[in-house]
């Protein structure tokens, strides 16, 4: 599926690299902007407001992580984090500083776009349903009720574990953090405490998956190694799949 | 008066004196001496008081104070109070008994002497009688308290002695970073105030066990551990010294030696023991020595302890710092290898996509990034290879007369220029260079990739010959920021980052230039980084020129050593 006429913007140090991504990424229908250092990223941002952004983190210039604040104080384009960094804190930095996702190096062109589709899905964002509702599939949470449903029919959760897939809804589209996902659950003095975040995404899992999701939830809320949990984002599909029942 | 005791104590003041005013020893020895001078309490005097030394001085004392009564008795009344400064001045002197035993022979000598009737012990008047029993009584209690204060006084002195003793003694382990340092100073002190003939020291759970650390006779054997005195030192009872052995205890014959062993301990923990040894006809060391002896083990067993932390604190350290550059090392090779394996992905898998049709240039210039990028791997890896190899010394050159101009000119064009401009100089008549040609274009890959990565737009790529010093100069010069003054000399270290003052983290592994600067040390070469015309860096290889035509027949490979 070729999202035409998108807008990305290319930040990329590496020559290659970046002559590459864009060959690709021009055949396949997206208007795209390239820049090699921050100065410029932040230039082409300023000058197209892109729709979504791919930044390396590691620029001559200027950090990644600070080229992502300081989109951020102005926008919430989306920012896919392209980088050949291996250690983990630096994802967790720049998602923490506020990228949607992060690709580490070498990844495969499809794997790229899959992802540009991902937070490109959330730029309509559940948060601007007409009722409020949040949807991923089949699961539909409604703020105003406290409810869950699973295809229609309620499904019991505690409140801390409502609260998580409440915020896990909120961020379809995006690669969350645990520390992200800790605080906005348990309050700041928890934001180490992994282990309860690891049995109550279990318990979640469990119960959608038992309420009819089925194994599916695996990919819905997916575990990212050491950083958090990936949420699939529905929403292109959802309208059209999700059975109306309000 | 008591020889044995002067002798101890000054060899201690004269040492003392000595190392606290070497200018006015006399003086100190002197000072010291008022205070040494005097009787010693029975348990701590060094060597057995001789009775009659002390009966001789007792009769000598009644005797010349017999006289002076004699002679003033006919000025004063009563003359028994000069008895009481003769009692006054043994007490003092030597001490309780002796006082006692100066105030009897005294009472029955005034008695004898002077009493009437005269040269009989008999008293005539009861008067008499109670006139003398006071005096006696006036004379043990004048002699007592003399005895006591100068016990006392002897007492303060000593111990002032002591702790002076000692911290000369252990004062070495502080002024020393590891207890090995210190003890050959330490124990020949220890030997010295402690009147021992030879102290050795040992750490170990058993004295079986023990290693030697210092001997103050280290040239001798050691004793065989058998019989010996062990110090025991009881929570809150007294020190004594227990005989005892160690191993299976044969027969205790008398040996000619005594060996002392004091446990040097530290919170219950046996670390080892600290040995004395003293001449057969020697006594055991008496309360001064022992507690000398006693604060030197317990100051060792803190020092060995204190070594102990320092060395594990150090070695944790040193992992840690080795820790952190392995993953330091691992997190570049990783990001310099990801980097060019994320351009190849991205261009083969642009081409493996079916859904667009590429022409055949797109296709052509896909596939020599790929083969660009490929061939960046490959230096890559290999620098890590040479990197092992410089460092082993395992670099062996097949050294060839070859045109270094063609390899630079071949090497510019093979490297990824990214836009930038790279210009070959190469003077006319160049002389070959003897070079091994994957070396030499290891050589010139880092360093044009090194430029056209941190350079500026242009980079110079220069030859020059030398042919009094017969050989060639090959710079690369970029007109980039190039590097302060203070790293140049760094340039080629290992792992070396020019440090950045922008606060933005480390790129590259830092090993480009060091593999540059390994391979031409293996070819008999030379680098140096300076400053480039243009501001920027220049890094200048030198190359040795082959001598025509004897060396250009002579192809085979040419031994040559790495250095770094």
């Not at chain 1, 290659?16 to 390239?34: A, I, K």
């Not at chain 2, 002699?143 to 070495?172: F, K, N």
């Not at chain 2, 000398?292 to 150090?314: N, P, Y």
């Not at chain 2, 274009?441 to 030859?463: D, K, S, W």
Request: glycine share 8%.
């Amino acid at each position: 599926m070729t999202q035409s006429g998108a807008w990305l913007l290319v930040v990329e140090d590496e020559e290659p690299t970046r002559r590459s991504l864009s060959n690709y990424l021009v055949r396949r229908g997206y208007r795209v902007d390239e820049a090699a250092t921050a100065a410029e990223a932040l230039r082409a941002w300023d000058a197209h407001r892109p729709d979504v952004i791919l930044l390396d983190l590691g620029l001559p210039d200027l950090d990644g992580v600070d080229v992502i604040r300081h989109i951020r104080r102005a926008a919430t384009t989306p920012i896919i984090v392209v980088s050949a960094r291996g250690d983990e804190r630096d994802k967790i930095a720049g998602l923490d500083a506020g990228a949607d996702d992060y690709l580490s190096k070498p990844f495969s062109v499809g794997e790229l776009e899959a992802r540009i589709h991902a937070v490109m899905r959330r730029l309509g964002g559940p948060d601007g349903d007409p009722d409020g509702r949040l949807r991923l599939g089949q699961i539909e949470l409604d703020p105003a009720r406290r409810a869950v449903t699973v295809a229609g029919s309620p499904v019991h959760f505690s409140p801390r574990e409502y609260e998580l897939l409440k915020v896990l809804l909120s961020n379809q589209g995006r690669l969350v953090t645990r520390e992200r996902l800790l605080r906005a659950v348990w309050g700041l003095e928890y934001a180490e405490a992994r282990e309860y975040l690891h049995v109550y995404v279990g318990r979640l899992r469990r119960k959608l998956s038992e309420a009819g999701v089925g194994p599916l939830i695996e990919q819905m809320i997916a575990t990212e190694t050491g950083i958090g949990y990936r949420v699939a984002a529905s929403k292109a599909a959802t309208p059209a799949e999700a059975p109306t029942s309000g | 008066m008591c020889p044995g005791t002067l002798d101890g104590a000054q060899s201690i003041t004269q040492e003392l004196a000595g190392s606290l005013w070497p200018a006015a020893g006399g003086i100190g020895i002197d000072t010291v001496k008022l205070f040494t001078w005097g009787r010693r309490t029975p348990g701590r005097l060094t060597g057995p008081r001789s009775v009659p030394m002390v009966a001789v001085v007792i009769l000598a004392t009644l005797a010349g104070s017999t006289l002076v009564v004699a002679a003033i008795r006919a000025v004063v009344p009563d003359a028994a109070p000069v008895y009481l400064l003769a009692v006054l001045a043994v007490g003092t002197l030597f001490g309780t008994a002796p006082a006692v035993v100066t105030s009897i022979a005294g009472f029955l000598l005034y008695d004898f002497l002077f009493v009437p009737p005269v040269l009989t012990f008999t008293i005539a008047s009861p008067d008499e009688w109670l006139n003398l029993l006071l005096l006696l009584a006036v004379a043990v209690v004048i002699g007592r308290l003399a005895a006591l204060q100068a016990e006392r006084a002897q007492e303060a002195a000593d111990r002032a002695l002591e702790a002076e003793s000692l911290y000369r003694i252990t004062g070495v382990l502080a002024s020393t970073r590891t207890v090995g340092e210190a003890t050959p100073l330490m124990l020949a002190r220890l030997a010295e105030t402690t009147a021992m003939d030879r102290i050795w020291f040992g750490l170990g759970p058993s004295p079986m066990e023990e290693h030697i650390v210092a001997d103050t006779a280290a040239t001798e054997a050691l004793p065989v551990p058998g019989w010996h005195v062990v110090l025991q030192r009881l929570p809150d009872g007294p020190m004594r010294w227990v005989r005892t052995h160690v191993g299976r205890a044969g027969p205790r014959r008398s040996p000619r030696a005594v060996v002392f062993r004091i446990h040097v301990e530290v919170a219950g923990e046996l670390l080892g023991s600290l040995w004395a040894l003293r001449g057969r006809a020697e006594r055991e060391p008496d309360r001064a020595e022992t507690r000398i002896l006693s604060a030197a083990a317990g100051q060792l067993g803190q020092a060995v302890v204190r070594d102990r932390l320092v060395e594990e604190a150090t070695s944790a350290e040193i992992l840690r710092e080795s820790e952190s550059l392995k993953s330091a090392l691992l997190d570049s090779v990783s990001h310099d290898l990801r980097t060019p394996l994320a351009t190849i992905r991205a261009a083969a898998g642009s081409m493996l996509d079916r859904t667009i049709t590429w022409t055949e240039d797109e296709r052509l210039a896909a596939f020599q990034t790929i083969d660009a990028e490929a061939e960046r791997m490959g230096r890559l890896v290999r620098n890590l290879l040479d990197l092992s190899r410089i460092e082993g010394g395992a670099l062996r050159p097949e050294l060839a007369a070859l045109d270094v101009g063609e390899l630079a000119l071949q090497a510019a064009r093979r490297i990824h220029s990214g836009g930038k401009t790279i210009r070959v100089e190469i003077p006319p008549a160049l002389p070959p260079v003897l070079v091994d040609d994957v070396y030499l274009g290891q050589i010139l890959a880092n360093l044009l990739e090194n430029a056209v990565r941190y350079g500026g737009p242009t980079i110079v790529v220069q030859c020059r010959d030398l042919p009094d010093e017969g050989a060639v100069e090959l710079s690369v010069a970029d007109d980039g920021e190039g590097v302060p003054m203070r790293a140049l000399g760094h340039l080629f270290d290992k792992f070396y980052q020019v440090p950045r003052t922008d606060g933005l983290s480390r790129r590259g592994m830092g090993i480009g230039l060091t593999v540059v600067a390994g391979l031409a040390h293996a070819m008999g070469g030379t680098v140096r980084a300076e400053r480039s015309v243009a501001g920027g860096l220049a890094v200048v290889v030198t190359l040795r020129t082959a001598d025509p035509p004897a060396e250009l027949e002579d192809r085979s490979r040419v031994p040559a050593q790495a250095s770094q």
